[in-house]
């Protein structure tokens, strides 16, 4: 069914729930409104109509890391997360070898060229990290920033949209410029940066937080007193964007409200920041690729290493909704932090992240318990 139109259903906009007419026509949304046209029908009643969810973070899932490399991981990522809500996402990777990031990076170019339209990009989350803060990343395959290595990456994928560095160490200023010259988003994290380095890197191009609060400083003692660290300046500075790990684990509920009250839904991404066992019903899998990664197991409802050191997220994007609607959060600011605010920090909004005349239809319904029943990606539908 290539044009259609969805009807009775309860259509999110950006500030506001209305009961409108939504019309595709080849992959495009060219109506909203209350009026009917003769094109075939989508019945949407008792659901909600929301703009497909944007995951700017996202390692895995389905049983599978994007580095393992292969289309047939790619198909089950984008299966796995579609189901609950995914029409947009960015493939990020974990600290690893060259070699099997250059691997990745050429069969994520040519899965692209074969014709897709739910991998947005890359974000490279290593390995410009600090190693002090690497977290679950591996320290072997942490290096300091260079413009040198990244342009070599670059080269070898014009995709990459977002790179994660700590922006205290040596070369992280001038590889900010570098990636800001070029459109992709420099974002800190993984770091022991104080809140005054972040205000000079706000000159160099950052202007986002990877996993807010996790794997940073907040409140650091500096010679024996207290300072204000990247949690702080997250907080402080209102011209920078952060994004949280909405799992209920990761951050407490009542962090979640705080940084809700200060940032609000149009400075604030929800991410899943999943990995390969996200979607699956599973007490094991691995953290990173089949190949090279770590065992991991699942508890608590998050994914750990075998020494029960917190190591990642089997969320998917459902849950961040359900989380949210425990701080009592109106339904479609909740839906903002996961498609506009997400188009816009990664400005694709021209195209994503909202109903709207001329966007692409990733469109997904659900009803008040948040279950996907439908997912629209670029028009072509599929029902659950």
Partial sequence: MENYEIIGG????????????????????????????????????????????????CHGGGGWDFLDGTAEAFDAIKAAHRRH??????????????????????AFNAYKAAGDSMLEGIHLEAPYLNPAMAGAQD??????????HFAGLYDASPYIKRVTIAPELPGAFELGDYLDARGILPSVGHTKTLMDTVGEARQHGFRHFTHFVSAMT??????????AGAFEAGLFYDDMTVEVIADGVHLPYGLLALIYKIKGADKIALTTD???????NVTQGNLGSRKHGQPAIVEDNVAKLPNHTLAGSIATA??????????????????????????RIMRIDDRKGSLAIGKDADIILFD?????????VAGEIESY
Avoid: W
């Avoid at 409104?33 to 973070?57: K, N, Q």
């Avoid at 809500?85 to 990076?105: K, N, P, R, V």
């Avoid at 907040?218 to 300072?227: E, Q, S, T």
């Fill in 139 to 148: 320290p072997a395959f942490i290096i300091l920033p260079s413009i040198e």
């Fill in 10 to 57: 309860k259509v999110i906009l950006p500030d506001g729930i209305l009961p409108l007419n939504v019309r595709v026509e080849d992959g495009i949304i060219t109506y909203i409104g209350p009026e009917r046209s003769d094109l075939p029908v989508v019945d949407a009643s008792g659901l909600y109509v929301s703009p497909g969810f944007i995951e700017m973070h």
């Fill in 85 to 106: 809500g995914m029409t947009c996402i960015y493939a990020t990777t974990a600290a690893s070898s060259d070699e099997e990031l250059y691997a990745f990076l050429d």
């Fill in 318 to 343: 459902d849950r961040l909704v359900r989380t949210m609607q425990k701080l009592d959060i109106p339904l479609q600011e909740i839906v903002r932090m996961l498609t506009l605010t997400t188009a």
């Fill in 274 to 280: 999943a990995m390969s066992m996200a979607g699956l």
């Fill in 218 to 227: 907040a409140l650091p003692k500096v010679d024996g007193l207290r300072a």
């Fill in 368 to 376: 008040e318990n948040i279950n996907v029943k439908t997912s629209i």
